[in-house]
């Protein structure tokens, strides 16, 4: 139960950075539907088990030089590769976007685990 509220909590992230990022460039981050927002965090979140922990590893030199921040990058390549996977219904125009949508994506589950999520681990704790 807890995975698929946290699916659908990503597709609403994704939703929103798509609808941010359309103010700023109208054809820079596009999803189709809610079916493709849905879609698009089950394969983010296969991606997040199978292909980041790889990344991660091949890139650790980088990664510790940059104190972390080179995680942004690999969070940009999971987002192409979602991209990548499901052609025209989920668009992400160049790299650049998915690092400022991975950025934006980052932001939101922090902001999501701070206001949400940790007041309900407190409250149970209670």
């Given at each position: 139960?807890?995975?698929i509220?946290?699916?659908?909590?990503n597709s609403?992230v994704?939703?929103a950075?798509s609808?941010?990022?359309?103010?700023?460039?109208?054809d820079?981050f596009?999803i189709?539907?809610?079916?493709?927002?849905?879609i698009?965090?089950?394969?983010?979140?296969i991606?997040?088990?199978?292909?980041k922990?790889?990344?991660i590893l091949?890139t650790?030199?980088?990664t510790?030089?940059?104190?972390g921040f080179f995680?942004?990058?690999?969070?940009?390549i999971?987002?192409k590769?979602t991209?990548?996977l499901l052609?025209d219904a989920f668009?992400?125009?160049?790299?650049?976007?998915?690092i400022?949508?991975?950025?934006?994506?980052?932001i939101?589950?922090?902001i999501?685990?701070?206001?949400i999520?940790?007041?309900?681990?407190e409250?149970?704790?209670?």
């Open positions: 139960m807890r995975w509220v946290s699916l659908l909590v609403v994704l939703i950075v609808g941010l990022l359309k103010g700023v460039a109208p820079a596009y189709a539907n809610i079916q493709t927002a849905i698009a965090s089950i394969i983010l979140a991606l997040n088990v199978f292909v922990p790889l990344l091949i650790l030199p980088i510790l030089v940059t104190f995680l942004i990058v690999i969070n940009a999971t987002l590769m991209d990548s052609g668009n992400i125009s160049g790299f650049g976007v998915a400022v949508a991975a950025i934006c994506i980052s939101f589950n922090m999501i685990e701070k206001v999520v940790e007041p309900l681990h409250k149970k704790r209670k």
